[in-house]
């Protein structure tokens, strides 16, 4: 599905260069679930911009699905992203004052859905992340966890063959985390859905079966997890 090859990314800084990535290549099947991990500045963010088709590489092969990506000019890459990935942020990026049913319509607004069907994916997709009794909420009536899994399933409600987290368990407290871990598990379990996510916390990276780690825009380790943590599992050290 995700076929990466010496992916560099190189960022002009006025006179200076940063080079967010550094030769990174890696393929990643349908229906993985996937953890990147990496200090702070290490370049998962950028990564995980090419990956959703958000920015592209300075140089390298980013092919997804089949399509070679690394080319594509903004408007293509934004019809990419409309059709194929799903974005959750650390900081749920809702709109306030609005109903949860709403921020979950607003992606099918282009999609030529008439009022009624945008409103009936729209509940399936707050039904599947465990909402279905707060559709009509405003994100500030609701916790921490349940705006996560609004914008989770905003994310899905264009059925979105990947869904791409960028530290989504960052603005959360440890319990409330480990529970929109089990929610990615479950949605990798039952609905097959190819899961990439980034985080810093081990335990959080544990739920997930392969485990990517990035130093100074390398990659430094790859390797599958064989036990991803299960629901219910008390927090340990490493
Ligand atoms: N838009 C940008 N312009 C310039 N430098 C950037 C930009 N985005 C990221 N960087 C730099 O690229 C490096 C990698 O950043 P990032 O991918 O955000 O890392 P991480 O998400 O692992 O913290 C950092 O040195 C960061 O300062
Ligand atoms: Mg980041």
Redesign the pocket.
Known sequence: MIQAQDLTKV?Q?GDSE?H?LNGASFTIDEGEMVAIM?P????????MSIIGCLDVPTSGKYELDGLAVENMGESQLAEIRGRKIGFVFQQFNLLARTSALENVMLPLTYAGFSGKEREERARKALERVGLGDRTHHAPNELSGGQQQRVAIARALVNEPSILLADEPTGALDSKTGVEIMELFQSLHKDGGQTVIL?THDTFVARHANRIIR?SD?KIVSDEINQNPIKAGTPRTEE
């Open positions: 960022y800084m940063v967010a990496g702070s500045g290490s370049g998962k963010s950028t990564l980034v990035l825009g």
